[in-house]
């Protein structure tokens, strides 16, 4: 006979009432005849006696029910865990959350969003996965990570719907006593002049930046190329040549030895998309990271 958790919670029920089937059957909001019944298949099922009766009446727990009780209230313990932590799931307080984006993105325009959204849901694992156009529309399209931020993706799955959420403009960093500085406007040429130090080929950023000085048959004299922001800056302090990045890439505090002017007037501004699978909804907290980034995105 396969024990039910209603009878369980009955002969629970019993014993927190110190042995009142009247008072037990009122908590539960049963009668008596069924907390009575329930506690006789629970017997039945175990082949024990729980209780020790008086005139039918429930006095005491019986050795083998002073052994078996602990066990029951244990197992009811854990049941309510479960359906503690699947309401965690449901509401978003709890799960897993898997972003694909660039190493830009993730370094110097996430970090307050994240701030928040860990504030706000502390028990829900942030993954961050980072790398180019191809390797984020296959993280996506793949369902491994649940949201793309990022430059417009190539080859895009047709299950990914890319929301256009913000553009970033565009300046030029240079050592703080660089000549190049001096000049307003910057002019494409003098940019092509200098060395270069810029993305790696496999990025966007790469070839927006080199479609600029193809409109205008200039060459320009590569130095360097790398897939992180942070080394181009570095090696620009190292006077090796100059660099062309995102505005929120530069921070006068942070980039000490470094000065940027602007040059949107040369080089499109970026532009930043959310991509979201077309057949999976958001969980709550998926939402409202979402929320965070870029509110008019769930408009």
């Known amino acids: 006979m396969t024990l039910k958790l209603v009878e369980l919670r009955s002969v629970a029920a019993i014993v927190a009432s110190n042995f009142s089937v009247t008072k037990a059957a009122a908590t539960l909001f049963a009668t008596q005849p069924g907390l009575s019944r329930h506690v006789a298949d629970v017997e039945k099922a175990l082949g024990v006696e729980i209780f020790v009766r008086n005139k039918n009446r429930f006095v005491a727990l019986s050795p083998a029910g002073q052994a078996l009780v602990p066990l ?8 309510s865990d479960l359906h503690t932590v699947a309401a965690r799931y449901v509401s978003g307080e709890c799960g897993r959350l898997c972003i694909a984006t660039s190493q830009t993105h993730a370094r110097y325009l996430l970090p307050s969003v994240i701030e928040r959204f860990i504030a706000e849901f502390p028990l829900v694992e942030l993954q961050l996965h980072q790398g180019n156009q191809s390797q984020i529309s296959e993280w996506i399209a793949s369902g491994e990570a649940d949201i793309s931020l ?14 256009k959420f913000g553009t970033l403009d565009r300046v030029l960093v240079a050592p703080v006593d660089h000549p190049i500085l001096q000049k307003t406007p910057v002019s494409i040429s003098d940019i092509a002049a200098l060395p270069l130090i810029t993305y790696d080929k496999h990025f966007f950023a790469h070839d927006q930046i080199m479609n600029t000085f193809d409109a205008q048959m200039l060459k320009p004299r590569i130095a360097l190329t790398t897939q992180d922001t942070d080394i181009m800056k570095t090696y620009v302090k190292c006077g090796l040549g100059i660099a062309i990045v995102v505005r929120p890439a530069f921070s006068e505090d942070a980039d000490e030895g470094l000065a940027a002017i602007d040059v949107s007037h040369l080089f499109p501004p970026v532009e930043m998309y959310l991509g979201l ?3 999976v909804l958001l ?16 408009d």
């Open 72 to 79: 029951i209230e244990q197992l009811l313990a854990r049941v």
């Open 283 to 298: 969980s709550p907290h998926a939402r409202r990271f979402v929320e965070l980034v870029a509110p008019a995105v769930l």
């Open 277 to 279: 699978r077309k057949d």
């Open 150 to 163: 990022s430059v417009p993706l190539a080859d895009i799955s047709a299950d990914v719907e890319l929301r």
